[in-house]
Protein backbone atom coordinates (compact mmCIF):
# COMPACT_ATOMS: atom_id res chain seq x y z
CA UNK A 1 0.00 0.00 0.00
CA UNK A 2 1.37 3.70 -1.05
CA UNK A 3 0.78 6.33 1.12
CA UNK A 4 -0.26 9.67 -0.60
CA UNK A 5 2.01 12.71 1.45
CA UNK A 6 0.32 15.30 0.16
CA UNK A 7 -2.85 14.24 1.70
CA UNK A 8 -3.99 14.82 5.32
CA UNK A 9 -4.96 11.09 6.14
CA UNK A 10 -5.58 10.92 9.86
CA UNK A 11 -8.19 14.02 9.71
CA UNK A 12 -10.08 12.55 6.12
CA UNK A 13 -8.92 16.77 4.50
CA UNK A 14 -8.41 16.71 0.94
CA UNK A 15 -4.98 18.72 1.41
CA UNK A 16 -2.07 20.29 3.65
CA UNK A 17 -3.98 23.10 3.77
CA UNK A 18 -3.04 25.09 7.24
CA UNK A 19 -5.22 28.26 9.10
CA UNK A 20 -3.38 30.48 10.68
CA UNK A 21 -6.26 31.93 12.63
CA UNK A 22 -4.88 36.01 13.31
CA UNK A 23 -5.53 39.11 14.28
CA UNK A 24 -3.27 42.29 14.92
CA UNK A 25 -1.76 41.48 17.99
CA UNK A 26 1.86 40.20 18.58
CA UNK A 27 1.11 36.29 19.26
CA UNK A 28 -0.63 36.27 16.34
CA UNK A 29 2.13 37.71 14.15
CA UNK A 30 4.86 34.85 16.46
CA UNK A 31 2.19 32.25 14.66
CA UNK A 32 2.71 33.28 11.62
CA UNK A 33 6.22 33.61 11.85
CA UNK A 34 6.21 30.05 13.56
CA UNK A 35 4.30 28.85 10.11
CA UNK A 36 6.79 30.23 8.14
CA UNK A 37 9.96 28.79 9.77
CA UNK A 38 8.65 25.39 10.00
CA UNK A 39 7.00 24.91 6.85
CA UNK A 40 7.92 27.74 4.30
CA UNK A 41 10.81 25.39 3.16
CA UNK A 42 8.88 22.16 1.97
CA UNK A 43 6.31 22.06 -0.78
CA UNK A 44 2.50 20.35 -1.24
CA UNK A 45 1.20 22.98 1.80
CA UNK A 46 -1.59 25.53 1.15
CA UNK A 47 -1.88 28.03 3.96
CA UNK A 48 -4.91 30.40 4.76
CA UNK A 49 -4.36 33.52 6.75
CA UNK A 50 -7.51 34.00 8.33
CA UNK A 51 -8.72 37.08 10.10
CA UNK A 52 -12.61 37.24 11.82
CA UNK A 53 -13.75 41.15 12.41
CA UNK A 54 -16.24 40.01 15.13
CA UNK A 55 -18.85 42.51 14.55
CA UNK A 56 -21.16 43.68 17.20
CA UNK A 57 -24.64 43.85 16.90
CA UNK A 58 -25.95 47.18 15.51
CA UNK A 59 -27.11 48.55 18.75
CA UNK A 60 -23.49 48.63 20.35
CA UNK A 61 -23.41 51.58 17.98
CA UNK A 62 -25.02 55.42 18.33
CA UNK A 63 -25.95 55.35 14.79
CA UNK A 64 -25.47 53.49 11.28
CA UNK A 65 -22.04 56.02 10.62
CA UNK A 66 -20.52 55.05 13.51
CA UNK A 67 -20.94 51.34 12.95
CA UNK A 68 -19.61 51.91 9.26
CA UNK A 69 -16.68 54.20 10.65
CA UNK A 70 -15.39 51.09 13.39
CA UNK A 71 -16.18 48.73 10.90
CA UNK A 72 -13.58 50.63 8.01
CA UNK A 73 -11.53 50.91 10.37
CA UNK A 74 -11.04 47.15 11.72
CA UNK A 75 -11.20 46.21 7.67
CA UNK A 76 -8.28 48.96 7.33
CA UNK A 77 -6.08 47.90 10.30
CA UNK A 78 -7.13 44.00 9.21
CA UNK A 79 -5.46 44.66 5.77
CA UNK A 80 -2.57 46.40 6.50
CA UNK A 81 -1.85 43.18 9.05
CA UNK A 82 -2.66 40.43 6.39
CA UNK A 83 -0.49 42.15 4.12
CA UNK A 84 2.75 42.06 6.23
CA UNK A 85 1.77 38.48 7.50
CA UNK A 86 1.69 37.22 3.99
CA UNK A 87 4.90 38.72 3.12
CA UNK A 88 6.49 36.99 6.13
CA UNK A 89 4.97 33.31 4.19
CA UNK A 90 6.24 34.53 1.28
CA UNK A 91 9.82 35.54 2.43
CA UNK A 92 9.81 32.03 4.38
CA UNK A 93 9.16 30.19 0.82
CA UNK A 94 5.89 29.71 0.80
CA UNK A 95 4.69 29.77 -3.47
CA UNK A 96 2.72 32.95 -3.67
CA UNK A 97 -0.36 30.76 -4.88
CA UNK A 98 -0.70 28.96 -2.18
CA UNK A 99 -1.07 31.65 0.31
CA UNK A 100 -4.72 32.87 0.75
CA UNK A 101 -5.49 35.57 2.91
CA UNK A 102 -9.39 36.01 4.04
CA UNK A 103 -10.50 38.68 6.23
CA UNK A 104 -14.48 37.87 7.54
CA UNK A 105 -16.85 40.48 8.91
CA UNK A 106 -18.95 38.09 11.24
CA UNK A 107 -21.80 38.50 14.00
CA UNK A 108 -21.14 34.85 16.31
CA UNK A 109 -20.82 34.48 20.55
CA UNK A 110 -17.08 33.37 19.56
CA UNK A 111 -14.38 34.62 17.13
CA UNK A 112 -13.86 30.87 18.19
CA UNK A 113 -16.80 29.83 16.73
CA UNK A 114 -15.97 31.99 13.47
CA UNK A 115 -12.64 30.10 13.09
CA UNK A 116 -13.78 26.65 13.95
CA UNK A 117 -16.74 27.61 11.21
CA UNK A 118 -14.30 28.62 8.37
CA UNK A 119 -11.85 25.80 9.27
CA UNK A 120 -14.73 23.04 8.19
CA UNK A 121 -15.95 24.53 5.22
CA UNK A 122 -12.47 24.98 3.85
CA UNK A 123 -11.49 21.66 4.90
CA UNK A 124 -8.15 22.97 6.80
CA UNK A 125 -6.60 20.16 8.49
CA UNK A 126 -4.49 22.23 10.89
CA UNK A 127 -5.62 25.39 12.70
CA UNK A 128 -2.19 27.70 14.16
CA UNK A 129 -3.05 29.88 16.55
CA UNK A 130 -1.27 32.33 18.80
CA UNK A 131 -1.99 32.51 22.57
CA UNK A 132 -2.47 35.81 24.24
CA UNK A 133 -1.21 34.63 27.46
CA UNK A 134 -4.41 36.33 29.11
CA UNK A 135 -4.97 36.04 33.20
CA UNK A 136 -7.02 33.32 34.43
CA UNK A 137 -9.81 36.32 35.75
CA UNK A 138 -9.40 37.47 31.94
CA UNK A 139 -10.35 33.62 30.73
CA UNK A 140 -13.04 33.18 33.34
CA UNK A 141 -14.69 36.53 32.11
CA UNK A 142 -14.12 37.30 28.54
CA UNK A 143 -13.11 33.54 27.41
CA UNK A 144 -10.32 32.61 25.55
CA UNK A 145 -10.05 32.14 21.74
CA UNK A 146 -6.86 29.23 21.90
CA UNK A 147 -8.74 27.25 24.62
CA UNK A 148 -12.00 27.04 22.82
CA UNK A 149 -10.86 26.27 19.81
CA UNK A 150 -8.70 23.40 21.38
CA UNK A 151 -12.11 21.80 22.82
CA UNK A 152 -14.47 22.45 20.32
CA UNK A 153 -12.00 22.19 16.87
CA UNK A 154 -12.91 18.35 15.19
CA UNK A 155 -11.07 16.53 12.32
CA UNK A 156 -8.00 19.08 12.71
CA UNK A 157 -4.72 19.52 14.23
CA UNK A 158 -4.41 22.18 16.63
CA UNK A 159 -1.13 24.34 17.22
CA UNK A 160 -1.02 26.91 19.59
CA UNK A 161 2.27 29.00 19.47
CA UNK A 162 2.82 30.40 22.81
CA UNK B 1 -52.24 83.00 36.81
CA UNK B 2 -50.14 81.98 34.58
CA UNK B 3 -50.87 79.28 32.10
CA UNK B 4 -48.50 79.22 29.64
CA UNK B 5 -46.14 76.20 28.32
CA UNK B 6 -42.71 77.64 28.25
CA UNK B 7 -41.93 75.99 24.69
CA UNK B 8 -44.22 75.69 21.83
CA UNK B 9 -44.31 72.38 20.16
CA UNK B 10 -46.67 70.56 17.74
CA UNK B 11 -48.61 67.81 20.40
CA UNK B 12 -51.93 66.51 19.95
CA UNK B 13 -53.02 67.85 22.92
CA UNK B 14 -53.53 71.74 23.72
CA UNK B 15 -51.87 73.45 27.10
CA UNK B 16 -55.69 73.17 28.64
CA UNK B 17 -56.16 69.21 28.00
CA UNK B 18 -53.15 68.90 29.56
CA UNK B 19 -53.74 70.43 32.38
CA UNK B 20 -57.28 69.17 32.53
CA UNK B 21 -55.42 65.71 32.69
CA UNK B 22 -52.87 66.60 35.26
CA UNK B 23 -55.84 67.83 37.85
CA UNK B 24 -57.47 64.22 37.34
CA UNK B 25 -54.54 62.57 38.53
CA UNK B 26 -52.89 65.05 40.96
CA UNK B 27 -55.92 67.08 41.87
CA UNK B 28 -57.05 70.53 40.84
CA UNK B 29 -55.08 72.13 43.51
CA UNK B 30 -51.88 70.81 41.99
CA UNK B 31 -51.93 71.68 38.30
CA UNK B 32 -48.26 73.21 38.27
CA UNK B 33 -48.76 76.84 36.65
CA UNK B 34 -46.11 76.24 33.96
CA UNK B 35 -44.64 73.35 32.65
CA UNK B 36 -42.92 72.39 28.84
CA UNK B 37 -44.39 70.22 26.80
CA UNK B 38 -41.82 68.30 25.08
CA UNK B 39 -41.72 66.06 22.23
CA UNK B 40 -38.00 65.95 21.71
CA UNK B 41 -36.02 64.66 24.28
CA UNK B 42 -32.56 64.89 23.18
CA UNK B 43 -31.19 67.53 25.99
CA UNK B 44 -32.47 65.27 29.05
CA UNK B 45 -31.34 67.91 31.49
CA UNK B 46 -34.40 70.07 29.87
CA UNK B 47 -37.20 67.83 31.13
CA UNK B 48 -38.14 69.44 34.44
CA UNK B 49 -40.37 68.16 37.29
CA UNK B 50 -44.31 68.52 35.91
CA UNK B 51 -43.29 68.80 32.51
CA UNK B 52 -44.69 66.63 30.46
CA UNK B 53 -42.97 64.42 27.51
CA UNK B 54 -45.26 63.37 24.68
CA UNK B 55 -44.26 59.65 23.27
CA UNK B 56 -46.02 57.74 20.67
CA UNK B 57 -49.44 60.22 21.34
CA UNK B 58 -48.95 59.40 25.35
CA UNK B 59 -48.76 62.44 27.61
CA UNK B 60 -46.31 61.64 30.37
CA UNK B 61 -46.31 63.68 33.61
CA UNK B 62 -42.63 63.80 34.46
CA UNK B 63 -42.23 63.20 37.87
CA UNK B 64 -37.93 63.03 40.48
CA UNK B 65 -35.50 61.22 38.59
CA UNK B 66 -34.05 58.03 40.06
CA UNK B 67 -30.84 57.24 41.68
CA UNK B 68 -28.99 53.81 41.80
CA UNK B 69 -27.56 52.33 44.63
CA UNK B 70 -23.98 51.05 44.60
CA UNK B 71 -22.67 48.83 47.25
CA UNK B 72 -22.24 51.30 49.69
CA UNK B 73 -21.55 54.37 48.12
CA UNK B 74 -24.06 57.28 47.56
CA UNK B 75 -26.65 56.72 45.38
CA UNK B 76 -25.70 57.93 42.16
CA UNK B 77 -28.32 60.12 40.79
CA UNK B 78 -29.70 59.30 37.14
CA UNK B 79 -30.95 62.40 35.52
CA UNK B 80 -31.84 60.72 32.41
CA UNK B 81 -34.18 57.82 34.16
CA UNK B 82 -37.28 59.54 35.17
CA UNK B 83 -40.25 58.58 37.56
CA UNK B 84 -43.22 59.24 35.06
CA UNK B 85 -46.91 59.20 34.88
CA UNK B 86 -49.05 58.11 32.04
CA UNK B 87 -51.90 60.61 31.90
CA UNK B 88 -54.01 58.62 30.04
CA UNK B 89 -54.63 55.97 32.27
CA UNK B 90 -52.49 57.12 35.37
CA UNK B 91 -50.33 54.42 35.78
CA UNK B 92 -47.00 54.79 36.99
CA UNK B 93 -44.16 54.09 34.68
CA UNK B 94 -40.14 54.82 34.41
CA UNK B 95 -39.36 56.68 31.65
CA UNK B 96 -35.45 56.15 30.05
CA UNK B 97 -34.04 58.77 28.31
CA UNK B 98 -31.52 58.35 25.90
CA UNK B 99 -27.95 59.13 27.38
CA UNK B 100 -24.91 57.42 25.22
CA UNK B 101 -22.47 56.66 27.80
CA UNK B 102 -18.91 55.11 27.05
CA UNK B 103 -18.15 53.52 30.95
CA UNK B 104 -14.85 52.09 31.81
CA UNK B 105 -16.34 49.12 33.62
CA UNK B 106 -14.13 47.64 36.81
CA UNK B 107 -14.59 44.26 37.62
CA UNK B 108 -12.02 43.47 40.81
CA UNK B 109 -8.92 45.36 39.39
CA UNK B 110 -9.51 44.34 35.38
CA UNK B 111 -11.11 47.15 33.49
CA UNK B 112 -12.99 46.79 30.22
CA UNK B 113 -15.11 49.17 27.91
CA UNK B 114 -19.07 49.27 28.23
CA UNK B 115 -21.57 51.42 26.22
CA UNK B 116 -24.79 52.22 27.36
CA UNK B 117 -27.14 50.94 24.43
CA UNK B 118 -30.36 52.12 24.25
CA UNK B 119 -31.45 49.72 20.88
CA UNK B 120 -30.23 46.87 22.69
CA UNK B 121 -32.76 47.71 25.68
CA UNK B 122 -35.30 48.12 23.24
CA UNK B 123 -34.59 45.21 21.73
CA UNK B 124 -34.71 42.59 24.54
CA UNK B 125 -38.00 44.92 25.90
CA UNK B 126 -39.52 43.44 22.63
CA UNK B 127 -38.24 40.26 22.69
CA UNK B 128 -39.31 39.68 26.65
CA UNK B 129 -42.91 40.83 26.20
CA UNK B 130 -44.77 39.02 28.04
CA UNK B 131 -41.99 37.10 29.71
CA UNK B 132 -42.45 37.42 33.77
CA UNK B 133 -38.88 37.40 34.78
CA UNK B 134 -37.91 40.65 33.40
CA UNK B 135 -39.10 43.92 33.52
CA UNK B 136 -42.02 44.56 30.96
CA UNK B 137 -42.46 47.92 28.94
CA UNK B 138 -42.11 49.70 25.32
CA UNK B 139 -39.58 51.49 23.49
CA UNK B 140 -40.77 54.58 21.32
CA UNK B 141 -38.99 57.09 19.13
CA UNK B 142 -39.31 60.45 20.34
CA UNK B 143 -39.58 63.73 17.59
CA UNK B 144 -35.24 63.70 17.21
CA UNK B 145 -35.52 60.13 17.03
CA UNK B 146 -34.13 59.07 20.16
CA UNK B 147 -35.15 55.73 21.58
CA UNK B 148 -36.69 56.43 24.73
CA UNK B 149 -37.59 53.27 26.99
CA UNK B 150 -41.33 53.07 28.75
CA UNK B 151 -41.20 50.54 31.48
CA UNK B 152 -43.46 49.67 33.97
CA UNK B 153 -42.92 50.54 37.33
CA UNK B 154 -41.93 47.29 39.48
CA UNK B 155 -43.04 47.86 43.04
CA UNK B 156 -40.85 45.79 45.83
CA UNK B 157 -38.04 44.82 47.35
CA UNK B 158 -34.76 44.04 45.46
CA UNK B 159 -33.80 39.96 45.68
CA UNK B 160 -30.49 40.99 47.76
CA UNK B 161 -32.49 42.85 50.93
CA UNK B 162 -34.68 39.97 50.59
CA UNK B 163 -32.17 37.66 51.48
CA UNK B 164 -29.68 40.20 53.45
CA UNK B 165 -32.96 40.57 55.67
CA UNK B 166 -33.72 36.81 56.26
CA UNK B 167 -30.15 35.45 56.86
CA UNK B 168 -29.22 36.39 60.53
CA UNK B 169 -29.07 33.21 61.71
CA UNK B 170 -27.83 31.24 58.34
CA UNK B 171 -28.18 27.74 59.37
CA UNK B 172 -31.94 28.78 59.55
CA UNK B 173 -31.79 30.73 56.50
CA UNK B 174 -30.19 27.85 54.79
CA UNK B 175 -32.95 25.27 55.57
CA UNK B 176 -36.23 27.19 55.82
CA UNK B 177 -35.36 29.29 52.77
CA UNK B 178 -32.41 28.53 50.50
CA UNK B 179 -34.71 25.77 48.76
CA UNK B 180 -37.03 27.99 48.08
CA UNK B 181 -34.72 30.46 46.96
CA UNK B 182 -32.64 28.44 44.75
CA UNK B 183 -35.27 27.74 42.82
CA UNK B 184 -35.90 31.20 42.22
CA UNK B 185 -32.58 31.42 41.28
CA UNK B 186 -33.06 28.64 38.75
CA UNK B 187 -35.71 30.50 37.11
CA UNK B 188 -33.56 33.49 36.77
CA UNK B 189 -31.11 31.98 35.37
CA UNK B 190 -33.09 30.02 32.66
CA UNK B 191 -34.51 33.48 31.62
CA UNK B 192 -30.93 34.70 31.25
CA UNK B 193 -30.56 31.84 29.04
CA UNK B 194 -33.59 32.68 27.25
CA UNK B 195 -31.60 35.75 26.27
CA UNK B 196 -28.64 34.13 25.54
CA UNK B 197 -30.30 31.66 23.22
CA UNK B 198 -31.61 34.22 21.26
CA UNK B 199 -28.23 36.19 21.04
CA UNK B 200 -28.57 38.65 23.53
CA UNK B 201 -26.80 39.25 26.72
CA UNK B 202 -28.17 40.69 29.62
CA UNK B 203 -24.78 42.75 29.96
CA UNK B 204 -24.82 43.97 33.45
CA UNK B 205 -26.27 41.31 36.03
CA UNK B 206 -25.75 41.97 40.26
CA UNK B 207 -27.71 41.08 42.78
CA UNK B 208 -29.41 44.23 42.85
CA UNK B 209 -31.11 44.13 39.29
CA UNK B 210 -33.70 41.52 40.29
CA UNK B 211 -36.74 42.33 41.58
CA UNK B 212 -39.53 41.47 43.43
CA UNK B 213 -43.05 42.93 41.78
CA UNK B 214 -44.76 42.85 44.63
CA UNK B 215 -47.88 43.14 42.00
CA UNK B 216 -47.35 39.80 40.30
CA UNK B 217 -45.23 38.05 42.84
CA UNK B 218 -42.39 37.16 40.35
CA UNK B 219 -39.00 38.16 40.34
CA UNK B 220 -37.61 40.22 37.19
CA UNK B 221 -34.64 41.08 35.55
CA UNK B 222 -33.76 45.05 35.76
CA UNK B 223 -31.54 47.14 33.27
CA UNK B 224 -30.22 45.60 30.06
CA UNK B 225 -29.20 48.71 28.13
CA UNK B 226 -25.22 47.93 28.64
CA UNK B 227 -23.35 46.48 25.78
CA UNK B 228 -19.34 45.58 25.82
CA UNK B 229 -17.52 44.01 23.06
CA UNK B 230 -17.06 40.69 23.14
CA UNK B 231 -14.28 38.48 21.42
CA UNK B 232 -14.17 35.34 22.63
CA UNK B 233 -17.25 34.34 24.90
CA UNK B 234 -20.15 36.64 24.64
CA UNK B 235 -21.76 35.19 26.95
CA UNK B 236 -18.87 34.95 30.66
CA UNK B 237 -19.69 38.16 31.77
CA UNK B 238 -23.20 37.34 32.26
CA UNK B 239 -22.43 34.21 33.62
CA UNK B 240 -19.29 35.66 36.30
CA UNK B 241 -22.56 37.47 37.33
CA UNK B 242 -24.54 34.78 37.64
CA UNK B 243 -22.35 33.15 39.79
CA UNK B 244 -21.51 35.91 42.23
CA UNK B 245 -25.14 36.02 42.89
CA UNK B 246 -25.02 32.28 43.65
CA UNK B 247 -22.28 32.54 45.70
CA UNK B 248 -24.44 35.36 47.78
CA UNK B 249 -27.32 33.81 47.64
CA UNK B 250 -25.57 30.57 49.60
CA UNK B 251 -23.64 32.64 52.09
CA UNK B 252 -26.47 34.77 53.11
CA UNK B 253 -25.07 37.51 51.99
CA UNK B 254 -21.44 38.44 51.38
CA UNK B 255 -18.57 36.43 53.45
CA UNK B 256 -15.81 38.73 53.52
CA UNK B 257 -11.92 38.42 54.92
CA UNK B 258 -12.71 41.70 56.54
CA UNK B 259 -15.76 40.11 58.42
CA UNK B 260 -14.37 36.90 59.62
CA UNK B 261 -11.20 38.93 60.49
CA UNK B 262 -13.56 41.52 62.70
CA UNK B 263 -15.26 38.54 64.19
CA UNK B 264 -12.13 36.60 64.74
CA UNK B 265 -13.89 33.77 63.11
CA UNK B 266 -12.18 30.66 63.73
CA UNK B 267 -12.81 29.60 59.57
CA UNK B 268 -10.16 31.73 58.86
CA UNK B 269 -7.07 29.56 58.87
CA UNK B 270 -8.67 27.50 57.32
CA UNK B 271 -9.17 29.74 54.00
CA UNK B 272 -6.69 29.67 51.16
CA UNK B 273 -6.13 31.57 48.54
CA UNK B 274 -8.26 29.26 45.87
CA UNK B 275 -10.96 29.38 48.40
CA UNK B 276 -11.95 33.42 47.20
CA UNK B 277 -13.70 34.59 44.41
CA UNK B 278 -11.71 34.46 41.60
CA UNK B 279 -12.19 38.20 40.83
CA UNK B 280 -13.26 39.65 44.28
CA UNK B 281 -10.29 38.23 45.93
CA UNK B 282 -11.85 39.43 49.68
CA UNK B 283 -14.95 37.02 48.83
CA UNK B 284 -15.10 33.17 49.77
CA UNK B 285 -16.85 31.17 47.30
CA UNK B 286 -15.90 27.83 49.08
CA UNK B 287 -18.98 28.28 51.56
CA UNK B 288 -18.74 24.58 52.72
CA UNK B 289 -15.39 26.25 54.52
CA UNK B 290 -17.09 28.55 56.61
CA UNK B 291 -20.98 26.69 56.61
CA UNK B 292 -20.18 22.64 56.30
CA UNK B 293 -23.68 21.81 55.93
CA UNK B 294 -23.36 23.30 52.53
CA UNK B 295 -24.28 20.22 50.80
CA UNK B 296 -21.19 18.90 47.98
CA UNK B 297 -23.16 19.15 44.92
CA UNK B 298 -23.96 23.15 45.57
CA UNK B 299 -20.60 23.69 47.02
CA UNK B 300 -19.20 22.45 43.34
CA UNK B 301 -20.84 25.11 41.91
CA UNK B 302 -19.70 27.84 44.09
CA UNK B 303 -16.20 26.13 43.46
CA UNK B 304 -17.00 27.21 39.70
CA UNK B 305 -16.36 30.71 40.62
CA UNK B 306 -13.22 30.62 42.98
CA UNK B 307 -9.79 31.01 43.04
CA UNK B 308 -9.38 27.19 42.32
CA UNK B 309 -11.16 26.99 39.27
CA UNK B 310 -10.14 25.18 36.26
CA UNK B 311 -13.15 24.87 34.83
CA UNK B 312 -15.59 27.88 34.30
CA UNK B 313 -18.91 27.08 32.95
CA UNK B 314 -19.54 28.46 29.41
CA UNK B 315 -23.32 28.70 28.77
CA UNK B 316 -26.35 29.04 31.41
CA UNK B 317 -27.69 25.29 30.67
CA UNK B 318 -24.15 23.98 32.12
CA UNK B 319 -25.41 26.05 35.35
CA UNK B 320 -28.72 25.00 35.01
CA UNK B 321 -27.51 21.08 35.10
CA UNK B 322 -25.40 21.26 38.62
CA UNK B 323 -28.33 23.13 39.86
CA UNK B 324 -30.69 20.24 39.63
CA UNK B 325 -28.27 17.97 41.62
CA UNK B 326 -28.57 20.06 44.24
CA UNK B 327 -30.43 18.60 47.65
CA UNK B 328 -30.57 20.31 50.30
CA UNK B 329 -32.13 17.93 53.17
CA UNK B 330 -32.45 19.03 57.05
Redesign the interface.
Known sequence: MSIDHTKCDITGMVERHIMIAVDSSDNSRRAVLFVGDFFGCYEGFQVTLLHII?E?????F?DTDERQKWLSGKLEEAKKVMDEYRHILLDAGFPEDRVNVRIDTM??????DCIIKEQEEMKCCTIVIGRRGIS??????????SN?IIHEAKKCAVLVIE | METQAANDVETPYSFRQLQEMIAAYLGPENVPRRFKIITDTSDFFRVDYNDVVILGGVPYLMRNYTREGRFGLDDEPKYWVRKAIDLKNREAKIIKLVFYEEIDARVGDMVFKCVRSPGKEAAILDMVAGHRNFMQGIAIRDTAGNIVRILDFIQGKRFDELISKLAGNHEEFFYEHLPGYLAIYGKMVKAIGFLHDQGQKHGDIRRDHILLDRKTDDYRWIDFDYDYYHAANMFGYDLFGLGNILVFLVGGGDITVQQLQANESPHLVKLSPEDMNIIFNNRVANIQKIYPYVPDALNYILLHFSNGANLYYENTGQLLEDLEEVRINA
Do not use: M, N
Open positions: LPEATFRQAPSVAKKEEFIFGSTR
